[in-house]
C-alpha cells in the first residue's frame, strides 16, 4: 500500500533557527512530490514540485530535496510568518491523485 | 489572476440531509479534483474530473458523487449526511491532467459541520 510518512508531527523553532523536515513515501511507480503550505482556515498553497531523485527546488527561506525514498524540506533562518502546516504529497505514474502525508505542524517564535 | 473559489464557504447541515458544494477552477484549468480534510489530517483523494469525464474516484462511500460542466466547473454532492462527514472539503485544479505535469491549486475551502 502507497504511504507517506512526514515528521515530525510538530516543530517549535527560535526565529532564525534553521531545522528541516522529512517527507518518506513508499509508492509504487512515483511521478512526482509536491510541497504545500497550508495556514489555518485555508486551503494548501503550491510550494515545490521534484520529479526525479537529486532534484532541488528553492524559494525565499524553503529549499526542497528528493531521494529515492524521502524529501527533505529545509527552512534556512525561519521568520514567524513561515509558522504554518506543511504538507507533502506524492502523484503516481498511474493517476493524478494526490496521497498527502499528516503534515508538519512548525511554529517559529520571534 | 483569480484562483480557484468554492462556495459557500461554510455550511452547517443535520445527519441525513444532503449538501451541494461548488468549484470554479484557475481560468484555462481543465482538470479538478476534491479532497476531504478531517482537523489534524492531510486531505484525502476523493473524485477527480478531466473534460467533463470520471478520471479517479478514492475510497469513499456511494454517498458521495460528483460532476463537471461544460466551463469546467464541478459540484460535489453528498447525501445522508454522517456525523463522520464533517470536514473540510477542498477544490483543486490543474491545467490538463497527469500527463502534463501540472501542480494542483487548491482552494481555501467549503468547511461543512454536521450536527
Redesign the interface.
Known amino acids: 500500500e502507497d504511504q507517506v510518512t512526514q515528521s515530525p508531527e510538530a516543530l517549535r523553532l527560535q526565529e532564525g533557527e534553521s531545522s528541516s523536515l522529512n517527507c518518506s513515501y513508499t509508492v509504487s511507480g512515483l511521478r512526482g512530490l509536491f510541497w504545500y503550505r497550508q495556514d489555518p482556515g485555508k486551503g494548501p498553497e503550491f510550494l515545490f514540485t521534484l520529479y526525479s531523485a537529486g532534484e532541488e527546488k528553492e524559494k525565499e527561506r524553503l529549499k526542497a530535496t528528493l531521494t529515492k525514498k524521502e524529501s527533505f524540506l529545509h527552512i534556512t533562518a525561519p521568520k514567524p510568518e513561515d509558522s504554518a502546516t506543511y504538507l507533502c504529497a506524492v502523484q503516481l505514474i498511474s493517476g493524478s491523485r494526490l496521497t498527502f502525508g499528516e503534515g508538519t505542524q512548525l511554529t517559529v517564535n520571534p | 489572476d483569480a484562483g480557484?473559489t468554492q462556495s459557500p464557504t461554510h455550511l452547517i447541515k443535520t445527519r441525513g440531509q444532503h449538501v451541494t458544494l461548488r468549484c470554479s477552477p484557475i481560468s484555462g484549468h481543465k482538470?479538478v479534483?476534491w479532497?476531504q480534510q478531517v482537523l489534524?489530517?492531510?486531505?484525502?483523494?476523493i473524485f477527480?474530473y478531466?473534460e467533463k469525464e470520471e478520471?479517479?474516484r478514492?475510497n469513499f462511500p456511494d454517498r458521495f458523487s460528483a460532476r463537471q460542466f461544460p466551463n469546467y466547473s464541478s459540484e460535489l454532492n453528498v447525501n445522508a449526511l454522517l456525523l463522520g462527514d464533517s470536514a473540510l472539503y477542498?477544490c483543486?485544479s490543474?491545467f490538463r491532467?497527469?500527463r502534463a505535469?501540472q501542480?494542483?491549486?487548491?482552494?481555501?475551502?467549503t468547511?461543512l459541520s454536521i450536527l
Open positions: 480557484v482538470s479534483s479532497y489534524g489530517q492531510g486531505p484525502q483523494f477527480q478531466y478520471r479517479g478514492g477542498l483543486a490543474s491532467d497527469r505535469r501542480p494542483q491549486h487548491f482552494g481555501d475551502g468547511r
